[in-house]
Structure formats: structure tokens, C-alpha cells
């Protein structure tokens, strides 16, 4: 239900007191009072502490500093007459008897009149005492409709042009900022650059970056890994490259659903978290990192209220993309006994948040031992898709020795022997295959001249592969992924 329906069925209903949860007081102010205007016939009286009533002469300055001397205006007003009364911030003033005990008892009173008592605060501290009577509403940052308004205005105060990409990138990186930084950043933006443009999207992120800083569970990942980083695995890039535009406009006028996940299951050093960094990169949205370490606090429903707040983070900064490395050690199966109960709390949440989020956080979670993985979360309808990525083949494996020694030697890759460094590296993963070229660089330095093939493979014959130390282990893995319960991120012809 929107907001504007939701208050309008209360106030109707006459609930005697409403809690507004937003950190938009201004713009709550202004939606209440241009919806009242509109639809309801009834004053409109706002308080703070600071400079008690004001937009009304007859009592302008009334109960300044005086919370108690607030409620006492409400039964003032003649019963008759419909009115509606803003306290900013009092909820911090609940705590005291005095206040609670006076709003119980005009709250007999409201049930009958046309007065309603709307509260607006940022923080959700209401004593068990009044939860019966106060009502308690969110009111949500502004949608994508407002944000496209209020950039509009923007750009045509400043007389300037704004390509229609652009302005679709733009509109994207602004939700999940209340209207107020948006006009501080965008103000920000004009006096640095002078203009609107791509550089814009770059200060918007890290605008978000600041709100990401104040959550000990979610860290925020300034990423610039890109999709051709990423050796191999062709299956999975060209998933990623059909959905790179589906958080826009267009595709919603189109009528496609928001991608809502993938879940990257693995060996070790394959590539699960690049390219969970690579995925950020190339679709421009800000990449969240759950550390899930924090996620479960020691006091008993301390984890369940982490993780409410890192989906409500999130969400806030949609669209982004939420990273969930290791999912496995977080909600094993083998580990779930002994802590009373919370871990299968905090499963059951965060499974059900996966299938009935609407708002566009695409989820990447990554996970090297499928065994111990609750089914709940490998089911159908908790992630778009599920991808194994497996040990690179030779062909893949001479990509990956391009990709990592065209990074360190951008003016002589082209010297290397790949085919030989491929057949050499055979069980090799693509961090392993990255750690010989390093190791070789090494060996060279010290002799004081420059690496060469028979250095790479000096060391590759040196390291010895997870791949063989947990031999068994990756076996069970390959068959499993084999056996057609999972897609294969790597283009099977390579195989052939």
C-alpha cells in the first residue's frame, strides 16, 4: 500500500497516534500537508522542541521546550475541529512517565475526535508501554519517478543537456539517497565540474558510501575488476552480459522482472569472487560485502537484528549488488546445532527475504563446498541461477596466463610461450596460475633480469595445485557438477 493511502486509511479510521519512521522530515512534512490539502479538510499544527508550534499565528511559539505542554494543545482545540498534529522527534520524549501517561490519556479523547497526533522521528524507540496505542508507518525513500522529477528540474535550472543514458545511470545511482543529498551532491557535482556527466555516477557511489560506513556488517567495495579479467567461464559472462541492462528504465517499461541472484559454487582460486567484483564494474552499481563473520552477534536475537538491518541497507541502496562470499561457512548444515536455534532463525529470514525481495538487490553469494549448504537455499526460486566453476581446460588456462601476464607486462606479453605454460599447469586454478607468474617474477628479480617462460614453468613445477592436495574433495565436486544438477559455467565444447 502506498504511503499516502496507508495514512489516509488510518486517519479515517481515527488511530489515535501514528509513528512516522524516516530520516526525510522535510519531505514527509511536505507529502502530509500537500495529500491533506488535497484530500482531507483538516489543520495542519507542527511542533518541535526548539521552536514549538509554528505555521500558525494563534500559537506561534506555544510549548517551546515543553513536550508536556504539546499534548496539552490537542485538548485545547474544541472537539469539532479535525486537525492534525506533527511532533518532530517526540519520540525521544517517551521514555518519560509523564509524557506516556498524558498520551494515554488524551488518546481516549482522539479515538473520538477528529484529531490525529503523527509522530515523525528517524530512530524506532517506542516503550512496550504505548505500542498499543501508537501505529507505526515507513515512509520510504523517493522512488524512481521522484528522483527522475527532481533531476529533471535540476538539469533544466542549469540549461543543460543530458543524454538519455545518462540520465538513466544517474537516476539509478540517486535511489537509495534521501532528496536533500541528492540536491547536496548534485551541487556538489556542478561546483566541482561544472556539468553533469559520467564522472557524476563516480560521486554519487561514493555518496552512498557514507551511509554504507555507519553498519559494521556491510562493508562497501570500490571495485574496477571488469568482465575480461575474467579468464574462461563463457557460459557465466554471457548470463552477466544479458542482464547488464535490466535494472533500468526499459526494461521495466519492457515488462522483465529484476535479476535476483546467482549463487557461485566451486574450487578454491576459480574465480567466484572476481567475478562477483567484475559484475559491479560492468552493470555500475555499488557492491556490498556481508561480512558474515559480524552477522552473528553473542547476545541472544542479536544476529536476527543484524541481519534485518543489513537487508534493510541494502534495499535502501538499491539497486546494487549484495556479496555474499563463503555462504557455505555462514549457514552450514554440519554447524547449524548448539547455538540454540539462531542459526536456523537467521536461515529462515534470510531465505525468505531471497524469495519475496522486490526491491533490485542482486544477491552474488559464493560457496566452495555445496555439501554443506542447506537444500532450503540451493532450491529453485532463491537465485536466478546456479553456476559451477570448474578448473580451467587448456584453453581456458592460456586466457588466463594472457589476461594476468599482459597486467605485468603490457609491452612484451606477446613473447610467451601460453601454449606450453597450459600444458604444464593442468589442475591448476586461475589464482594458482596468477601466484607461478608472481613466484617466477620473483626468481628473475633476484637474478637481477627479466622473466621468461622457462621462469613461469620453473615455478609451476614447484607449486603443487588444492586441486591435488585435496584431491578427493575436487573429484566429488566435478561429479556432481557433471551430473546435470547445476549449470556449468565454462562452455562445454572445451571440453571436447
Not at 479535525?82 to 498520551?103: E, G, Q, V, Y
Not at 543543460?160 to 545511482?173: G, K, N, P, R, Y
Not at 563516480?202 to 562493508?219: D, P, R, V
Not at 544476529?303 to 562470499?325: G, N, Y
Amino acid at each position: 500500500m502506498k504511503f499516502n493511502d496507508e495514512l489516509t486509511l488510518l486517519l479515517k479510521a481515527r488511530y489515535p497516534v501514528i509513528f512516522i519512521n524516516t530520516i526525510e522530515e522535510d519531505r514527509v512534512e511536505y507529502v502530509i500537508r500537500k495529500h491533506i490539502k488535497t484530500n482531507l479538510n483538516r489543520s495542519i499544527y507542527s511542533w518541535d522542541f526548539v521552536d514549538g508550534y509554528t505555521n500558525n499565528p494563534n500559537n506561534e511559539g506555544f510549548a517551546k521546550r515543553n513536550p508536556l505542554q504539546a499534548l496539552e494543545l490537542v485538548e485545547r482545540l474544541t472537539a469539532e475541529t479535525p486537525a492534525i498534529f506533527l511532533l518532530k522527534d517526540f519520540n525521544r520524549f517517551l521514555t518519560d512517565i509523564s509524557i506516556s501517561r498524558k498520551l494515554k490519556n488524551i488518546g481516549r479523547l482522539l479515538k473520538l475526535q477528529p484529531k490525529t497526533i503523527i509522530i515523525i522521528g528517524s530512530e524506532f524507540n517506542i516503550p512496550n508501554e504505548l505500542q498499543d496505542l501508537v501505529t507505526i508507518i515507513q515512509f520510504q525513500l523517493p522512488v524512481e519517478a521522484e528522483i527522475s522529477q527532481e533531476l529533471i528540474r535540476l538539469i533544466k535550472s542549469l540549461n543543460i543537456e543530458v543524454e538519455s543514458d545518462l540520465f538513466e545511470s544517474l537516476t539509478q545511482a540517486c535511489q537509495g539517497l534521501s532528496l536533500e543529498r541528492i540536491r547536496r551532491v548534485l551541487s556538489k557535482i556542478i561546483a566541482t565540474h561544472k556539468t553533469i556527466d559520467q564522472k557524476s555516477i563516480t560521486i554519487l557511489l561514493n555518496e552512498k558510501k557514507q551511509i554504507i560506513s555507519q553498519t559494521e556488517i556491510l562493508e562497501y567495495w570500490s571495485v574496477n575488476e571488469k568482465i575480461t579479467n575474467i579468464g574462461g567461464v563463457k557460459n557465466l559472462k554471457d548470463w552477466l552480459k544479458k542482464r547488464k541492462s535490466s535494472f533500468g528504465i526499459q526494461a521495466s517499461n519492457y515488462g522483465l522482472p529484476t535479476p535476483r541472484g546467482l549463487l557461485l559454487v566451486g574450487i578454491q582460486g576459480t574465480g567466484k569472487s572476481l567475478t562477483a567484483k567484475a559484475i559491479a564494474t560492468e552493470w555500475q552499481l555499488p557492491l556490498l560485502k556481508l561480512d558474515v563473520g559480524k552477522l552473528f552477534g553473542g547476545i541472544v536475537g542479536e544476529s536476527e537484528s543484524r541481519l534485518r538491518q543489513m537487508i534493510e541497507v541494502s534495499e535502501t541502496l538499491a539497486p546494487c549488488i549484495l556479496w555474499i562470499d563463503e555462504i557455505d561457512k555462514a549457514f552450514s548444515i554440519n554447524e547449524s546445532n548448539g547455538d540454540s536455534g539462531t542459526s536456523n532463525r537467521v536461515l529462515a529470514t534470510f531465505i525468505s527475504w531471497l524469495s519475496e525481495k522486490t526491491k533490485p538487490v542482486f544477491v552474488v553469494a559464493t560457496a566452495n563446498n555445496i555439501d554443506r549448504l542447506p537444500l532450503e537455499i540451493i532450491r529453485k526460486g532463491r537465485f536466478d541461477e546456479i553456476f559451477f566453476l570448474d578448473l580451467p581446460q587448456k584453453q581456458e588456462r592460456e586466457q588466463i596466463f594472457k589476461i594476468h601476464i599482459q597486467e605485468f607486462r603490457p609491452n612484451s606479453w606477446e613473447l610467451f610461450d601460453y601454449i606450453k605454460l597450459a600444458q604444464l599447469s593442468e589442475s591448476f586454478s586461475g589464482a594458482e596460475i596468477k601466484q607461478s607468474i608472481i613466484e617466477a617474477m620473483y626468481h628473475a628479480f633476484y637474478e637481477e633480469r627479466e622473466f621468461t617462460t622457462e621462469d613461469i614453468c620453473f615455478a609451476l613445477n614447484e607449486l603443487i595445485p588444492l586441486a591435488q592436495l585435496e584431491s578427493n574433495q575436487t573429484k566429488k565436486l566435478q561429479s556432481w557438477a557433471s551430473s546435470g544438477r547445476i549449470r556449468l559455467a565454462s562452455d562445454t565444447s572445451i571440453y571436447l
